[in-house]
């Protein structure tokens, strides 16, 4: 079974994907150090080089299963936020389209590291004003204050749990860094190109929020 990714050089949510997979090729433990696990490696990349060249960022390839359906793409790994806001946006998506949260999953904790005290006000807005905490869980983002997330999914029928558990901690930065630069070393061994660019899209790595739980979506 194949899973649509983002590119792991470049993507923060293929990254998400690397923890799960790198979890559970390690007999359930968190990796420590990726230099003595070469066949965890190996492994990991292989579900990555397998797809080709892939997008940079989130938005492209949720945006092709979309448009394209799945013909296209019949697996995805995408961000619950990206699933919530189609289905709730103008359009929608298509009734068949199936939210699965995989188990054990993760989440990518967005985080805002303010250099002036501007910026520090501006995390505090984010993360305690009422009406920025209304409009994120409108937008499909879990905050600080999960009741608001609750009563959005009940009022629209999203097909979403309350809350996310069997969650896999991430390695530490170094050695998810120490994942990535391995993997990469097979993507050159391979001659594929190099990352993408980003072609500017806004993706769900991109937001500045409380965790938001990966998930798989398919048709």
């Known amino acids: 079974m194949l899973i649509r990714t983002t590119d792991p050089r470049t993507s923060n949510s293929a990254a998400m994907y690397l923890v799960v997979v790198s979890y559970l090729l390690n007999g359930e433990e968190v990796v420590t150090d990726a230099a003595a696990e070469p066949g965890l490696v190996e492994e990991a990349a292989r579900l990555f080089l397998a797809q080709g ?23 995805l790994w995408a961000y619950e936020q990206q699933y919530i806001t189609a289905r709730t946006g103008p359009g929608g998506l298509p009734e068949d389209v199936v939210l699965l949260y995989p188990g054990p ?30 409009l994120a869980a409108e937008h499909g983002f879990r905050t600080t204050d999960a009741r608001r997330f609750a009563d959005l999914a009940r009022e629209r029928e999203l097909p979403v749990r309350d809350q996310v558990a069997d969650v896999v901690p991430a390695p530490s930065y170094e050695v998810v860094e120490d994942l990535i630069g391995r993997i ?10 190099a990352p993408a660019g980003d072609d500017g899209a806004a993706g769900g790595t991109a937001a500045v ?3 938001v739980p990966e998930e798989v979506v398919r048709t």
Do not use: I
């Open 53 to 75: 060249s892939p997008p940079a960022s989130s938005q492209q390839p949720f945006d092709q299963f979309v448009a394209l359906g799945a013909g296209h793409t019949p697996l």
């Open 105 to 134: 999953t993760t989440v990518a904790t967005h985080t805002l590291l303010p250099l002036t005290e501007e910026g520090d006000a501006f995390g505090g807005l984010l993360t305690e004003d009422p009406e920025l905490q209304r």
């Open 184 to 193: 990469e070393e097979r993507y050159t061994a391979d001659g594929m190109p």
């Open 209 to 211: 929020t409380t965790p």
